[in-house]
């Protein structure tokens, strides 16, 4: 997540509502931005003990961090090039639509 602490709330009203539990320990992986790659693994190998209809998973925290940590998981952090793509959009778009920057024509 972004902004786990967020994320972490609604987790919390969720388990509450449907898993009838509450949160006691949190585990936190490393920041990485191919967390869209890793949570895909992850539902699918723990998708046997998905509770229906919800994206909660009904196992102890010591397996789960077990089997996570031998998953060998990719924490990537491409941050710098995320940045430099998108950087590079906006200038590509700046031309499509003949933007000049006032500041520039000076």
Same mark, same amino acid.
């Given at each position: 997540? !972004?902004?786990?602490? !967020?994320?972490?709330?609604?987790? !919390? ?10 949160i006691k320990r949190v585990a936190l992986t490393p920041q990485h931005t191919n967390f869209k790659k890793n949570e895909k693994i992850l539902h699918a190998h723990f998708n046997t003990q998905r509770l229906p ?6 196992? =102890? ?15 990537? =952090?491409?941050? =710098? ?18 933007? !000049? ?6």
């Amino acid at each position: 997540a !972004k902004e786990p602490y !967020k994320r972490l709330k609604g987790l !919390k009203r969720n388990i509450e509502t449907y898993g009838q539990g509450l949160i006691k320990r949190v585990a936190l992986t490393p920041q990485h931005t191919n967390f869209k790659k890793n949570e895909k693994i992850l539902h699918a190998h723990f998708n046997t003990q998905r509770l229906p209809n919800t994206e909660l998973f009904d196992l =102890d925290f010591e397996s789960a961090v077990s089997v996570i940590s031998a998953l060998n998981l990719e924490y990537k =952090d491409e941050t =710098d090039e995320i940045e430099r793509r998108a950087d590079a959009f906006l200038h590509m778009m700046k031309g499509v639509l003949g933007w !000049k920057n006032p500041e520039v024509s000076k």
